[in-house]
């Protein structure tokens, strides 16, 4: 029997949550076009015969520039800490270089497999310099995949458990992931937010569902609130006539329906925590950990 973390790290927007994601076959992570998308660790668990991988997708790898990107940072340091294993996902869509070197010298006392990603886009041949790279680098396990769609990531997931610690399973084989209905509301309206909104405009955006009533056979009931920095941010959320806040509902609902599997009512307000993402208080009673 084997089970152990496994850690996915990566600059933003590499495609660690949809890795995550295609790997336990259903959504767990958020996933948007725009950098930074995720905030937390999200934990996922893969259990597979005798095997059994907690996956973990932390943040992108950035050099924070206000406290809650400090956070999102220090999410990375503490999931390294009690890794049994880094998968660390690069683009196949650029040639490594120094960030890549600083990286792979902070991963130097992990076992680390490397993922290329996002092969679909480029020639097969321009994966051979970027694997030679690794390899120059001390990094041998090297898998070239596409997240999106699916392809050589049944090789990387075999490989991602034959290299388990033995041990017991830390979770009961049916358990997917250790998150509560409710944080995953809020990441789903999140991601709604910056699906349909430009600019800074999702970055100083967060959720918190202030109320769930479980109704049975009638909907559910959700109210949650949507927190901007500015009056002129409340603005642009809700847009004119309420018109840009009611799509986000829609949508929201949509998913939210899919993802509890029953019919919701989603009651949304939009409120101002003024410069909450630069303020560790604030910060902390919005649900992140420091």
């Known amino acids: ?23 336990l076959g259903q959504k767990i992570s958020i996933v948007s076009k725009k950098p930074q998308t995720t905030r937390h660790r999200i934990i996922g668990i893969l259990t597979e015969k005798d095997h059994q991988a907690i996956f973990v997708d932390t943040p992108g790898l950035i050099e924070p520039r206000y406290q809650l990107q400090e956070i999102m940072v220090r999410a990375i340091d503490k999931a390294l800490k009690g890794t049994d294993l880094v998968l660390w996902m690069v683009p196949a869509t650029r040639m490594p270089a120094e960030p890549e070197v600083k990286i792979s010298q902070r991963l130097d006392p992990f076992p680390t497999i490397i993922a290329i990603n996002k092969i679909d886009l480029v020639k097969k ?5 970027i694997m030679d790279f690794f390899k120059k680098l001390g990094k041998e396990d090297i898998y070239p995949i596409s997240a999106l769609y699916g392809e050589g990531v049944g090789e990387l997931k075999e490989s991602i458990l034959k290299s388990l610690p033995e041990g017991e399973f830390y979770y009961p ?8 209905e409710r944080f995953f509301i809020a990441e789903i309206i999140r991601e709604k937010i910056f699906d349909l909104y430009e600019e800074e405009i999702p970055y100083s955006t967060t959720v918190t569902v202030e109320e769930f009533k479980e109704r049975g056979k009638e909907k559910h009931y959700i109210r949650a609130i949507i927190y901007v920095e500015r009056r002129s941010q409340k603005g642009i959320i809700i847009g004119k006539n309420g018109q840009m806040l009611k799509r986000v509902g829609m949508e929201a609902r949509s998913a939210i329906e899919e993802f509890l599997d029953h019919p919701v009512y989603l009651d949304l307000w939009v409120k101002i925590k003024e410069g909450w993402r630069r303020d560790l208080a604030k910060i902390k009673e919005l649900g992140y950990h420091p």
């Open 1 to 23: 029997m084997k089970a152990g973390y496994v850690t996915i790290i990566g600059l933003p927007n590499v495609g660690k949550s949809t890795l995550m994601n295609r790997i």
């Open 125 to 129: 041949d321009q994966l051979l310099p």
């Open 173 to 180: 084989e049916d358990m997917i992931t250790e998150h509560p």
